[in-house]
């Protein structure tokens, strides 16, 4: 039986796309497993998958600032390059599919060392320090934009896929996102989200302006993973830590998106015409992807970009949204002459599964 080992965690963004592959993969037969860190997010999302096996391994992260802890999480790296390899020498695994973030090195280098094959996909247009550190121990490096070929030495590796569209969407009911925070159909709908780990700032904006929204709007606020105040209890306001099944429907229930600009997410949302207001993350805590990414958005005529650093201004949060919603028809019209390559879950797992068989 055929075999494959995902990888990839520490934030939705580095899971979602392991999610939307991992069943085509059961669906052929396939037995699939998943490393992953003892902590983050994706430990819990896999668990949706009563047949996937669930490894965690030690995990460090390497932030772009100074901090003790890095010293600290660097001796992490060598101890999960270990148990990793020991996993992928218990499994042998046909190939193995990596997603980036910080628990997906020491497994990619594992496949190296143990002779398995793996593949790595790249939302953003710079790679990020994850997948940089894994790209001489790739076979292939799927892309979603033609420019990340620029950050690569062996160019014959990339493969630009474009966005990878999965059918989470499919069936999404604004009706049945209605019921489910008990909406009425009077006022029209905002749905911010800060990614599965939060953005404590847009957290911030919002409940500092939650009265001037909630005159207008009712709110979604996806919050993140222990951000949600239990004290505030406002007719009209809805928030969660996360959203899995449900998210199709509240994203057709808004009217208009608030959110990071991560690609997985803001292509997403280019799909489903959803005219959006993004708030990159601050180049403290990136290496500026997500700035580039609502850049670009923003040129095409999609949305509108509030910096994060300007998330305390009240009146620009507050007008900027406005402005979105009250020209959301002219943002929809562009998003409907908007062409991008692009593919699905299905097309891009058979790319894996073909590389996979190959001798």
């Known amino acids: 039986m055929n075999k494959i080992i995902f990888t990839g965690g520490g934030s939705a963004g580095h899971v979602t796309l392991n999610l939307a592959l991992i069943p085509y993969f059961l669906q052929k037969g396939w037995q699939v497993c998943y490393i992953g860190s003892k902590t983050g997010i994706e430990k819990e999302l896999i668990?949706?998958?009563?047949?996937?096996?669930?490894?965690?391994?030690?995990?460090?992260?390497?932030?772009?600032?100074?901090?003790?802890?890095?010293?600290?999480?660097?001796l992490k790296i060598p101890v999960g390059i270990v148990q990793a390899v020991g996993i992928v020498l218990k499994e042998k695994p046909d190939i193995i599919f990596s997603k980036g973030g910080f628990v997906s090195f020491p497994v990619v280098l594992a496949g190296y060392v143990c002779a398995v094959k793996s593949v790595m996909h790249e939302s953003d247009v710079t790679p990020g320090l994850a997948n940089k550190m894994s790209l001489p121990f790739v076979t292939r490096f799927f892309t979603t934009f033609d420019d990340t070929v620029k950050y690569v030495k062996n160019k014959n590796k990339v493969e630009c896929v474009g966005p990878v569209l999965s059918d989470r969407f499919e069936g999404a009911d604004k009706q049945r996102g209605r019921e489910f925070?008990?909406?009425?159909?009077?006022?029209?709908?905002?749905?911010?989200?800060?990614?599965?780990?939060g953005a404590q700032t847009l957290n911030a904006a919002v409940r500092k302006n939650i009265e001037a929204l909630t005159k207008k709007y009712q709110i979604i606020h996806i919050c993140g993973k222990g951000q949600t105040d239990s004290m505030l209890k406002i007719k009209g306001y809805c928030q969660f830590e996360y959203v899995d099944k449900e998210f199709k429907d509240l994203t057709a229930l808004a009217d208009v998106v608030v959110s990071r600009a991560g690609s997985n997410a803001i292509f997403e949302l280019l799909a489903l015409k959803k005219?959006?207001?993004?708030?990159?993350?601050?180049?403290?805590?990136?290496?500026?992807?997500?700035?580039?990414?609502?850049k670009s958005f923003a040129m095409k005529g999609y949305g509108e970009i509030i910096r994060d650093e300007d998330l305390t201004d009240s009146e620009l949060f507050l007008n900027t949204i406005d402005k979105v919603f009250d020209n959301r028809k002219t943002y929809e019209t562009a998003m409907q002459k908007a062409e991008f390559k692009s593919t699905n879950n299905n097309e891009l797992a058979q790319k894996v599964e073909t590389l996979a068989l190959q001798s």
């Open 47 to 74: 668990k949706k998958f009563d047949n996937v096996k669930y490894y965690a391994i030690e995990t460090g992260k390497l932030r772009r600032y100074f901090s003790w802890q890095n010293f600290l999480d660097m």
């Open 181 to 197: 925070c008990a909406f009425d159909d009077k006022k029209p709908v905002l749905m911010f989200v800060g990614g599965s780990l």
């Open 275 to 294: 005219p959006m207001v993004l708030v990159p993350l601050p180049s403290t805590s990136s290496r500026g992807e997500q700035s580039l990414n609502a």
